[in-house]
Structure formats: C-alpha cells, structure tokens
C-alpha cells in the first residue's frame, strides 16, 4: 500500500466514525439547536480541541499503557456515562424546547467550548478509536512517527470541523423554523435527553462488567 492510499484509507474510516451519531454530534446539535450557528461551531472548536488531544496521547503511546491496563479505560467509560447522563438529564429537565425565543442562553462561548472539549475527551467512541484504529496508521517505513501523527492528526481535526460544522450549518437553521413551531422544539428536547441517558446507561454497563 503507498503512502497516499494509507492517508486515504485512514479518512475513509475516520469519516465512517464521525457520521456515526453519537455524544459528540449530540452536544453540537443540541448547541447549534439551543443557541444558533454560532453557539454550534464554538461546540465544533472545542471538540477539534478534543481531538487534538487524543491525537497527542495516541502519539505519546499513553492509549497502547490504557489497553495494557483495561481497568483503566473501564473507568474512562463510567465517568463518560456519568457525564452523558447528567448533560440528559439537565435537557430532560430543561421547561423549554429547542428554538424557544423565551430561552435565555446563560452558557458564554468559553463554558461552550470546555464543556464541547469534555465532552470529546469523555466519549468512549474516540478512546476505542485511538486504541484499535489510531496505532495502526503509525508505521516506521512512512518517516518519522511524531510527523505521521501530526498529518493525521490534521485529517482528524478537517473530517470534525466538515462534518460537525455542517450539522451546526444545519441545526442553526432549523433553530430558527422551530421557532414558529416550539412543540416541535420541545418534542425534540425530549427525544435528544432520553438518547443521551440512554447511551449512558449503555455506555456505564460496558464499564461496571469491565471491572
């Protein structure tokens, strides 16, 4: 296999990872939905910033010590569910739908951001990625190992920003549809609430078994 067609495969699979709807997608939605375009791509920079940080543990060879030691990673998975279970519960809870002009937006762009960069950083889709995909592409005969990873540590952070920033494009316009129609916007609430405390029940049991 050349270079190129490596380059290339590794998109293809990232691609497949990021479309598939998961914790990170639901947090930008939920803020594109919640408090615009803009509130949506400041989520999409913050989970880039995530990214990046996987990107450097990869690297480093912290997520091979992780696989080494599983207890470990069980441990990321439960604080992960925690985490998805307490940001479902507050939408749950929350008396106002997505798009409602009444809804006052208390969050500032730098609470969006580190809250996004969490979120990133406790999803367990991207721990499973770096420990059974990332270490794959990192191969000797390509050159020096730390500028293999910074090249696809660039992939990563373009493929987020394309495919985020285009769910916070599209959420950002339906924000403002919803607007006219806010029982639609609470259904929608609703429904995003109950996938995140779903996803961290299941995310929380893969965990409590690990131990």
């Given at each position: 296999m050349t270079e190129y067609a490596h380059l290339w495969l590794f998109f293809v699979i990232l691609l497949g990872v990021v479309l598939l709807p998961g914790l990170d997608m639901a947090y930008v939605l939920g803020s594109a939905l919640t408090g615009g375009r803009g509130q949506g791509m400041i989520a999409v920079t913050g989970m880039v910033a995530g990214g990046m940080v996987h990107v450097t543990v990869g690297a480093l060879g912290l997520a091979a010590l992780i696989n080494y030691f599983p207890a470990a990673f069980n441990a990321i998975l439960l604080a992960g569910a925690l985490y998805i279970a307490w940001i479902g519960i507050a939408v749950l809870r929350s008396s106002s739908g997505f798009g409602n002009r009444e809804a006052v937006v208390a969050r500032s762009a730098s609470a969006t951001f580190r809250q996004a960069a969490l979120t990133n950083l406790?999803?367990?889709?991207?721990?499973?990625?770096?420990?059974?995909?990332?270490?794959?592409?990192?191969?000797?005969?390509?050159?020096?190992?730390?500028?293999?990873?910074?090249?696809?540590?660039?992939?990563?952070?373009?493929?987020?920003?394309g495919v985020y920033g285009s769910v916070?494009?599209?959420?950002?316009?339906?924000?403002?549809?919803?607007?006219?129609?806010?029982?639609?916007?609470?259904?929608?609430?609703?429904?995003?609430?109950?996938?995140?405390?779903?996803?961290?029940?299941?995310?929380?049991?893969d965990g409590w078994r690990g131990l």
């Open positions: 406790l999803n367990p889709k991207a721990y499973l990625f770096m420990l059974a995909i990332f270490p794959q592409f990192l191969r000797p005969e390509y050159g020096v190992l730390w500028i293999q990873a910074v090249v696809l540590g660039i992939i990563i952070a373009l493929t987020q920003a916070a494009f599209v959420a950002g316009g339906l924000r403002e549809w919803m607007q006219d129609h806010p029982r639609f916007g609470i259904r929608l609430n609703r429904s995003v609430g109950a996938l995140l405390v779903l996803a961290a029940i299941a995310t929380g049991m």
